[in-house]
């Protein structure tokens, strides 16, 4: 079964510092890798994806993800962070079409 | 394009009522996940249909139950409600192939409370 654990639960920031989220799973084959952001009021929306190739990822906003495969996990990163950037982050994993594992999430604050 | 609708927005039922949601997705979508979302379990998957057919199911009593249309559009009921199912239901939808790799595009989610 596949798992994913996300290691803060609560982060707080202040802008321009710089953003390191981890995430660890556990799967035994092959697994897509995301990163999904909830910002308050709205709907969960893609960050980034990885699938294959390049263990780095880009997505929008400013944000990248590192895959490292033999420590099984999956970081969310930015150099600088905005206040715009305060919302719920999630880190999930799919090895089955339409099924999608969730970490726990981790609420980002970031202070003006 | 229009993205996934969910109706209703909010829910108030009480305990033992049954109660239906339901999801519209993207058009040409038709993979359409369900999902469970709670400030205690996080977000949990419940299941998906793909082509009218359940292709996979989360760990949820039989109460929980779902469907899908021809048109892609998705049912979920639950039966005999109970105080633990209040929680934000989420749809995703997501490419006519439903492969593991393409993205889910999630709706605005149907607020459910349970008195």
């Known amino acids: 079964a596949q798992s994913v654990s996300q290691h803060n639960h609560h982060v707080i920031l202040s802008e321009a510092a710089s953003l390191e989220l981890g995430c660890n799973y556990s799967?035994?084959?092959?697994?897509?890798l995301f990163w999904y952001v909830q910002y308050p009021g709205q709907h969960l929306q893609l960050l980034l994806k990885y699938f294959s190739g390049d263990p780095l990822v880009k997505g929008i906003k400013g944000f990248e993800a590192e895959f490292i495969k033999s420590k099984f996990s999956f970081n969310l990163r930015k150099p600088s962070v905005q206040w715009s950037d305060t919302a719920e982050y999630f880190c999930a994993v799919r090895a089955n079409a339409g099924k999608s594992t969730f970490g726990d999430g981790t609420t980002l604050t970031v202070k003006p | 394009k229009a993205g996934v609708t969910q109706t209703p927005r909010y829910l108030i039922k009480t305990r033992g009522q049954q109660v239906t949601l339901s999801c519209s997705p993207i058009s040409g979508h038709r993979s359409v996940s369900w999902y469970q979302q709670t400030p205690g379990q996080g977000l949990q998957f419940l299941f998906e249909?793909?082509?009218?057919?359940?292709?996979n199911k989360g760990n949820f009593p039989g109460r929980f139950s779902g469907r899908q249309f021809s048109n892609s559009r998705s049912e979920m009921n639950v039966s005999t409600l109970e105080l633990g199912d209040s929680a934000l239901y989420l749809c995703a939808s997501s490419l006519p192939g439903g492969s593991s790799y393409n993205e889910q595009f999630f709706g605005p989610g149907t607020r459910l409370t349970v008195l």
């Open positions: 249909y793909f082509s009218e057919t359940q292709r």
């Open positions: 799967y035994g084959g092959t697994v897509n």
